[in-house]
């Protein structure tokens, strides 16, 4: 069973509107969460990351908010913009030996 | 720096051939992973390593070896390519001392077997 869930598989949104990219998870221990981009033909990138103690975390038109009674995260884009067009992935730093889980991605697209 | 890199970048394969992927970082990382990327599936990881001549298994590591006689190298062999192997592998790195440290990704290697 998924442990980390995107359950939207894509998204479109407007120029210039808000973008919000949604994200699950199961483990109330999961301690560290971060979203990565993929362009096609190219590898993730990281984006932007929050720790279980905060529940926001900002970057320019990035900001990510974690809900931990719901184990909730998103990713809020504003303004979105064309070169924001990718597939954004969420993924869980989780225990000891620092591996990622991930979920299976979300592929956004903004409209001129 | 170049980050990392792989190679190659694309590969045809039959079914029974072996082949190795090589993945290099020059970032001094001490972490190196090996990802699998099919459609509807996300990235799983295949094996990974915690420093040089140190390798483990990850979530998928069927069909896979693996090795890191290097720091910034580590190669991912396929023994007898199976279809199933069909996938974009996608290598990563990071130095791990803290939660907070990202993975850094290679741009992938799409290999096809027939």
């Known amino acids: 069973d998924q442990q980390v869930k995107q359950n939207s598989p894509s998204l479109s949104v407007q120029e210039g509107r808000i973008s919000i990219l949604n994200c699950d998870y199961t483990n109330s221990m999961f301690d560290y969460f971060l979203w990565y981009k993929k362009y096609p033909a190219e590898g993730p990138t990281f984006l932007i990351s929050?720790?279980?103690i905060k529940d926001k975390n900002e970057d320019g038109r990035f900001t990510v908010f974690l809900n931990k009674s719901a184990k909730h995260l998103s990713l809020h884009i504003v303004p979105s913009q064309p070169g924001d067009s990718a597939v954004y992935f969420c993924?869980?730093?989780?225990?000891?030996?620092?591996?990622?889980?991930w979920g299976l991605g979300t592929s956004l697209a903004v409209n001129p | 720096n170049a980050g990392v890199t792989q190679t190659p970048k694309f590969r045809v394969l039959k079914t029974g051939q072996s082949m190795t992927l090589l993945c290099a970082q020059d970032m001094n990382h001490e972490y190196m992973y090996w990802y699998r990327q099919d459609p509807g599936m996300g990235l799983r990881l295949i094996h990974y390593s915690v420093g040089e001549g140190t390798t483990a298994k990850g979530e998928v590591p069927d069909g896979y070896n693996v090795s890191r006689l290097k720091k910034q190298n580590f190669l991912l062999g396929l023994e007898s390519a199976a279809p199933s192997q069909t996938s974009v592998y996608f290598c990563?790195?990071?130095?791990?001392?803290?939660?907070?440290?990202?993975?850094?990704f290679g741009p992938g290697t799409r290999l096809t077997v027939l």
């Open positions: 990563a790195s990071s130095h791990q001392r803290a939660v907070t440290d990202t993975q850094y």
């Open positions: 929050i720790s279980s």
């Open positions: 993924a869980v730093n989780a225990g000891n030996n620092r591996k990622l889980i």
